[in-house]
């Protein structure tokens, strides 16, 4: 019955498509239950022990409504938010485009959700319960008409920070103005240590790694600055990457010009060659998530050997529904085995 309804879906426009998706995933709501992965797709990273390296980005659960129903779904872990200090109702609408020959989405939605205080309401009857199990980082921004972003990223940290098992540092969507200028050289290590100082004040976020997202568009000589302050300053984790605001001559839906971040298949190349490029340059020293254009086990396992500890998807879940996520998950125990590795862990970089 769930996967009729979801097939329906595609009928309905984008953002209402999502909209009964979450209401639907609500309803279904359940208890937290175990999921049994194969024990070569388990591992512990930065002090978290992860089932399966399949995540959820950011994007999809963005006021933290739906985490166990997700999680039920075979998932590793779940990324909730964006999440903004204030509530926003983002850009103006139509902004949600599917690319459907091309397997993809353009999206300009300019982090809609309801605010750090709501999420932080959800975020503790999570917590409150006992028997809840599973990986849930907590994705932050910054409001558009913010007057002061650092900040933005501090109250975040500090309001809903400890309800997370890792925080994500979202400066790299294509779709609030000025965001993208914090990856530059200065500007992020400015951020990257206000947030570890931050950090340091408050004991309940001394233990929460934090991942910086960044963007596929970034050049060589940007990936070099990123990598090297990364090192500098003990960087816990870094995601490559978010959406990308290229297009590809290739593309053949008519939607493809319209404004905003296009993910899904398209990125695949382009996150991937990012991916690789920091591995290298930041020697594999430092936990990687790849993220773009997942659709397939073997693409899983390719961002795996390009440097990826984990991964995440999304737009695949669009077009596939929630059934890729054990598809991948039995392609990927295949391929390991195949080629030889007793667990995920040892695929990591193999082919830099």
Do not use: W
């Not at 558009?144 to 809903?160: A, M, T």
């Not at 991942?211 to 050049?219: C, R, V």
């Not at 998530?289 to 440097?307: A, L, P």
Request: with cysteine.
């Amino acid at each position: 019955m769930t996967e009729i309804f979801l097939n329906l879906l595609k009928f309905f426009p984008p953002e209402i498509a999502h909209k009964l998706t979450i209401l639907l995933l609500k309803i279904k709501i359940n208890k937290n239950k175990k999921i049994f992965d194969d024990p070569v797709l388990c591992q512990r990273l930065l002090g978290l022990d992860f089932s399966n390296p399949l995540g959820l980005a950011a994007g999809f659960d963005k006021n933290a409504e739906v985490v166990i129903p997700m999680l039920n779904l075979g998932l590793g872990f779940v990324e909730v938010g964006t999440i903004t200090p204030q509530p926003q109702k983002g850009n103006n609408k139509p902004r949600v485009f599917r690319l459907k020959e091309d397997l993809a989405i353009i999206n300009h939605l300019g982090f809609n959700n309801t605010g750090c205080l709501k999420a932080l309401d959800k975020l503790k009857v999570l917590n409150s319960d006992p028997s809840f199990q599973g990986v849930v980082g907590i994705n932050i921004g910054k409001n558009k008409n913010s007057k002061d972003s650092i900040e933005d990223y501090l109250f975040c940290l500090e309001k809903i920070g400890g309800y997370g098992n890792y925080i994500t540092v979202n400066i790299s969507s294509p779709n609030t103005p000025g965001l993208r200028d914090l990856q530059l050289r200065g500007r992020i290590e400015n951020l990257v240590k206000s947030i570890q100082k931050k950090q340091k004040n408050f004991e309940y976020l001394l233990d929460k790694p934090i991942f910086i997202k960044i963007s596929p568009d970034l050049d060589d000589e940007q990936l070099r600055d990123i990598a090297l302050m990364s090192l500098a300053n003990n960087v816990d984790g870094l995601i490559i990457s978010n959406s990308t605001t290229k297009r590809s001559q290739s593309l053949l839906s008519h939607n493809k010009n319209e404004i905003g971040g296009l993910s899904g298949k398209p990125l695949f190349i382009e996150s991937t060659l990012a991916l690789k490029k920091m591995y290298a340059l930041t020697n594999g020293q430092i936990p990687l998530i790849g993220v773009g254009g997942i659709s397939s086990g073997s693409e899983c396992y390719e961002k795996i050997k390009s440097g990826a500890n984990l991964v995440q998807l999304y737009t695949a879940l669009v077009y596939q529904g929630p059934k890729i996520i054990s598809k991948i998950k039995f392609e990927l125990v295949d391929l390991i085995k195949t080629d030889g590795y007793k667990n995920i862990k040892d695929v990591v970089g193999k082919s830099v």
